[in-house]
């Protein structure tokens, strides 16, 4: 029986599905960032406009993460019985990183951004009262940015370990 086609398999269906998870989520990162918000405030009337279909996308996109982190997840499954454990638990490691960023990005923050939303009453021309609220919603807007950059270096980090290590794996015969 030839097990190194086999394992072959395995490896091709483990980077195939890392891949994929990563391009998920961090080019949906990357793409939102650079390609959509700012130009959905550029084009669109007004910020209030803006931010509701910004916050719309954000939700979609967070989703679309969760998928990308499922995938990565899935690919270190396929790989725990060939890989070296330290080898699968560092990238699992680093998976759990991301995914506390995750949580409190897309969990935490954005709920907090979206309760101070619906109580400001116009980004635009705000009222005395609603500029506190500005103020705050500034800093967790701040703080969102920070840990989705945060997942973008742990993402390519992710991607360079995981190729060395389906590299390394693919130059050691299997039985």
């Known amino acids: 029986m ?23 989520w961090l080019g949906s990162l990357l793409f939102f960032g650079v390609g959509v918000a700012m130009i959905i405030f550029k084009i669109l009337p007004t910020k209030d406009l803006a931010g509701t ?3 719309a996308i954000l939700h979609r ?3 679309m993460e969760l998928v990308g982190a499922a995938s990565m ?3 270190f499954v ?17 998976l759990c990183v991301m995914l506390l960023c995750w949580c409190a990005y897309a969990l935490g923050i954005t709920s907090e951004m979206n309760i101070l939303r619906a109580n400001i009453n116009s980004f635009d021309a705000p009222t005395e009262a609603a500029k506190e609220l500005i103020t705050r919603f500034r800093g967790y807007h701040v703080w969102y940015s920070r840990l989705v950059s945060v997942n973008i270096v ?3 980090g992710l991607v360079v370990l ?6 390394k794996m693919a130059a050691k015969p299997h039985e």
Not at 78 to 94: E, F, H, P, T
């Open 78 to 94: 396929l790989l725990w019985q060939r890989a070296a454990k330290r080898d699968i638990m560092s990238l699992v490691g680093i």
């Open 61 to 63: 996109l967070n989703m």
């Open 53 to 55: 279909l910004n916050a």
């Open 73 to 75: 997840g899935i690919s």
């Open 154 to 156: 742990f993402g390519f």
């Open 2 to 24: 030839n097990t190194t086609y086999k394992s072959d398999k395995t490896l091709l269906g483990a980077g195939l599905l890392f891949t994929l998870g990563a391009m998920l």
């Open 162 to 167: 995981q190729m060395r290590l389906l590299l």
